[in-house]
């Protein structure tokens, strides 16, 4: 009938009953007649009580059934007090209750000893007072906190990873954890007497603490974000929950807030807009195909240090160990468009051999100390990628500041700048296509115009020529015929070679200035004319369309520059800004200087192509030439390479 059978513990054990309650609880009596259990039941309302006989039954119960309350009789056969003492080993926060079946009262002093949770007299109580200390005891047991209990609290606080502070009611702390110390800077004896005023920042208006106090004063939870100040005056953004503590009679008594450092979180959040912005800006820029590509890299540059919050942006051409700025925002003065440097002193070395973007937060706490590149730059913080085309390092794109940034910040926006970079490629790639493809058209249209309008007079003499000859039958007729065939297939020659030398130099190399002018000059037929060069310069180039400049001009010397002697001579030299080609000959009038480099203007019997040649294949390399008086009063051809020429790196266009 009982809980436990007598097979199960080695004893007679009886059942009381089991009764519907709206509070669980399961009660155990060891050693109590069965008389005053059921006494005791009854006055137990909705109460499970499991009775047992001895120390050995009452032990084994325990270990196999959530029990609230033990009650022992005093006068058991191994002794109540050791009942006691053998629970409160066993179970130390289990309620144990010491009821008394004589009347001696000699064994209330051993029960506080045991450190029993209650004690009644059956003889001066009865079951009736038996049953009231039990409920007593079991109901004070589930409203207190235990001194382990207290113990596991305070360890569970210290080592919570959100920062914990307990305030009275007046909101002075008085507790602060280990994680409060860590996020605010302040340690306990700083913090503790003082109130949370001193992480105010200033962010937060009068009515917002106004708010805050209404609804804390009124029992309520307060849960929001706030931003603090840290003791060394850095702001931080918290989640914070402030909770009032009150007694049994409402009253705040406390309380306690728990805040949440967010600040990394919610930069996260920034730095996602930013980049949501910037990716946006940066579609309506590509949008507008007709916007110069300068244009282009420049708004980029503007929309990425905006949005990212870089003082300093730039974007790079890397060639033959020369890094050269081709656009940049900001105010660094060591970086501006058209600067070069070796790239041996760049951040760009270390971007371009870096798997992903290269991001630096302290130069001066990352190994930077001693480089080149902070040294050159003094950009503590730094954010590079690197740019490609057909699958070969262009350059980089890379934004920076001289003070220190948030490595964490930076590593979110590195997606972004890798976005850009991929772009910048893209625009300088197809910027380039379409330039080439324009250029063609070009060539193509003037071709076509060449073939239709300078051709059409030596075919007409030609054709002339040869009715004359079948009319007449005159041989003196085949001559000119001759000659005008000779002067198509010279225009053809020309023209071809104008479509095939107008495409950009992307290939170049150094090239012996006194080297390749005599190598041109003894594959013309020069005659009498002689060639003098001064100095042994070099300059960045294609060699074969060099070539082309060279014997280009040097027939246009040996055709229009002789002189009254009947011969002339070049000279071939270097510049400050370039080389020169000159003679001693007769010259270009002034009024014609501009218009010799059109093609088909010539003053006697050239294909007028030679000098439009010459042009072509210097704005290819992107030079620029023009004409002028040699001191001997001949024609003198000046060729500007600019940094273009001297790098070999050809424009953008």
């Known amino acids: 009938m009982g809980r436990y059978s007598s097979g199960q ?3 007679t054990a009886g059942r009381i009953k089991r009764s519907p309650r709206a509070v669980p609880a399961v009660v155990l009596t060891v050693g109590l007649d069965a008389a005053v259990c059921e006494a005791v039941e009854a006055e137990l ?12 039954g009452a032990m084994d119960a325990l270990d196999s059934e959530p029990v609230d309350c033990v009650a022992g009789a005093s006068d058991l056969a191994a002794g109540g007090i050791e009942l006691a003492e053998a629970v409160r080993e066993s179970y130390p926060e289990l309620p144990f209750v010491l009821v008394a079946v004589d009347d001696t009262g000699q064994v209330s002093g051993e029960a506080i000893n045991a450190g029993v949770d209650g004690y ?22 589930r409203s207190r906190v235990t001194r382990g209990q207290l113990d596991g609290i305070k360890q569970a606080v210290e080592y919570a990873a959100d920062a914990i502070v307990v305030t009275d009611p007046d909101g002075t702390i008085e507790y602060v954890n280990p994680a409060f ?29 106004e708010r805050m106090w209404d609804a804390l004063l009124g029992g309520e939870v307060w849960e929001e974000e706030i931003v603090n100040r840290t003791k060394s005056g850095d702001l931080y953004v918290a989640h914070q929950t402030i909770a009032p503590v009150t007694g049994v009679d409402g009253t705040v008594e406390k309380f306690v807030a728990i805040q949440r450092d967010v600040t990394e979180h919610r930069q996260f959040e920034s730095q996602i807009e930013a980049s949501e912005a910037t990716l946006s800006q940066l579609y309506d820029t590509t949008f507008d195909a007709d916007t110069p590509i300068e244009t282009k890299l420049q708004r980029v540059l503007e929309i990425g240090a905006t949005h990212m919050d870089h003082p300093v942006g730039y974007v790079t051409r890397i060639e033959d160990g020369t890094q050269e700025i081709l656009a940049s925002v900001g105010s660094n003065d060591r970086i501006e468009a058209g600067a070069e440097d070796p790239l041996e002193r760049t951040y760009c070395r270390k971007t371009i051999a870096n798997e992903g973007p290269l991001v630096v937060g302290d130069a001066s706490e990352e190994g930077w100390e001693g480089d080149p590149a902070f040294e050159r730059f003094e950009l503590r913080c730094y954010l590079g990628a690197e740019i490609r085309i057909d699958g070969e390092t262009y350059g980089t794109l890379c934004f920076g500041g001289e003070e220190p940034r948030d490595r964490a910040v930076l590593e979110i926006q590195q997606s972004t700048v890798k976005t850009l970079a991929r772009w910048i490629g893209y625009e300088i790639d197809r910027h380039r296509y379409e330039r080439t493809l324009e250029r063609k058209n070009e060539r ?6 060449v073939i ?16 004359l000859a079948r009319e007449t039958g005159d041989d003196d007729h085949f001559d000119p015929i001759e000659r005008a065939h000779e002067r198509m297939e010279s225009i053809i020659e020309d023209t071809l ?12 190399s150094s090239v012996s200035l006194d080297t390749i002018a005599r190598d041109c000059w003894e594959s013309i037929e020069s005659g009498t004319a002689t060639l003098e060069t001064s100095g042994d310069d070099e300059l960045r180039a294609d060699p074969g369309k060099l070539r082309h400049i060279f014997e280009n001009l040097f027939r246009n010397s040996l055709e229009h520059g002789a002189g009254e002697s009947g011969t002339v001579t070049v000279t071939v030299g270097p510049t400050d800004d370039g080389f020169y080609v000159a003679d001693d000959g007769d010259g270009i009038p002034e009024e014609q200087r501009e218009q010799v480099f059109e093609q088909g203007y010539s003053d006697g019997d050239g294909t007028g192509f030679g000098l439009a040649i010459v042009e072509t294949i210097a704005r290819a390399h992107g030079w620029s030439v023009g004409v002028t ?4 009063g001949g024609a003198r051809f000046e060729f500007d390479v600019g940094d273009q020429g001297t790098t070999g790196r050809p424009p953008l266009q």
């Open 45 to 56: 309302d909705g109460v499970d009580v499991i009775t047992t006989q001895s120390v050995e």
């Open 9 to 11: 513990y080695g004893e």
């Open 629 to 632: 008086e040699s001191e001997a």
């Open 181 to 209: 110390e860590k996020l605010t800077g302040y340690d306990r004896t700083e913090a503790v007497g003082r109130t949370p005023r001193i992480l105010k920042s200033g962010e937060q208006s009068q009515a917002y603490y």
């Open 120 to 141: 009644a007299s059956l003889c001066a109580d009865g079951a009736e007072g038996v049953a009231a200390r039990i409920e007593a005891t079991v109901t004070s047991d």
């Open 497 to 508: 070679t104008l479509a095939r030398e107008g495409e950009l130099v992307t290939e170049v």
């Open 444 to 449: 193509l249209e003037k071709f076509a115009s």
């Open 452 to 467: 239709s309008h300078d051709l059409r007079n030596p075919l007409h003499v030609a054709r002339a020529r040869l009715e």
